[in-house]
């Protein structure tokens, strides 16, 4: 069977549901100018949808080795998010240009407020991922589900090799582009499960299924803190913090511990 074939009949399946629910009862939230640009949005949507799933799925059935990623440009990293942030921008044009603060959930009122959770939730929902994470991988170990000394992917290798600001980019980038889309546009439309489940799968082209786990679990935590403040500030924050204590503290300290990273 083609792998392009189930993953592809899931995300048709999401896509109807999502168009039924929002002609039944609003899901989506948005007001169109007439139903021409409703439908456009809605082929919009959909070829969005296509794209991001034929990538993800390409970039899961051929992870790139160590010799294919010394010739990969830089840039090429953020493909994810260059779609993401196009997606968001036609849907703005289309919804009519809302604020954009409005659009996003970004709250400016108790600001400093906000950062400091974004703060607290990024440390303390990194300790409880990591707990939570290693306990469900030695459960799926002891199962036979995950092999007992999984090996770094070589995209994980290549990205602990970077220098600083490069990393620095990335973690930038992720932060705010992931959030707006995940966050600030998915999760208040089709709720805190299915978006988490999205953003998962999002990540699987890191050839980690161990970081699986750990990356729906911090989606939970942020897509938890985004359902209870309305606020996509402190989601912004922690995921930040998230992802620069495993890309500049934990993911070099464990190649180094290993004799994996030279």
């Avoid at 906000?114 to 991922?129: E, M, R």
């Amino acid at each position: 069977m083609n792998p392009y074939i189930l993953p592809l009949t899931f995300i048709a399946i999401v896509y109807a549901v999502m168009v039924v629910l929002n002609e039944r009862m609003g899901l989506l939230g948005d007001r169109f100018s007439s139903t021409g640009v409703k439908v456009l949005a809605y082929v919009w949507l959909a070829l969005f949808m296509g794209a991001l799933c034929v990538l993800i799925v390409a970039s899961s059935l051929a992870p790139p080795s160590a010799k294919d990623l010394a010739k990969v440009p830089f840039y090429s990293l953020f493909t994810l998010h260059a779609i993401l942030i196009t997606f968001l921008a036609g849907w703005w044009l289309m919804a009519g240009r809302p604020p954009l603060l409005d659009f996003f959930n970004v709250q400016r009122r108790d600001a400093g407020e906000a950062v400091l959770t974004g703060f607290a939730v990024g440390f303390g929902g990194w300790i409880l991922t990591i707990a939570l994470a290693l306990t469900i991988a030695l459960i799926l170990q002891a199962s036979g589900l995950l092999p007992k000394a999984p090996t770094p992917s070589a995209m994980i290798a290549w990205m602990a090799a970077l220098p600083v600001w490069k990393k620095a980019l990335i973690v930038l980038s992720a932060m705010t582009i992931e959030e707006m889309f995940f966050r600030g546009w998915l999760q208040k439309r089709i709720g805190l499960i299915a978006s988490t489940a999205l953003f998962a799968l999002a990540h699987s082209g890191l050839g980690q299924p161990f970081l699986l786990i750990g990356v729906a679990i911090i989606s939970l935590i942020i897509g938890t803190t985004f359902y209870r403040t309305k606020n996509l500030i402190p989601g912004v924050i922690a995921h930040g913090v998230f992802d620069a204590v495993q890309l500049f503290v934990v993911i070099p300290i464990a190649f180094k511990a290993t004799g994996m990273g030279g």
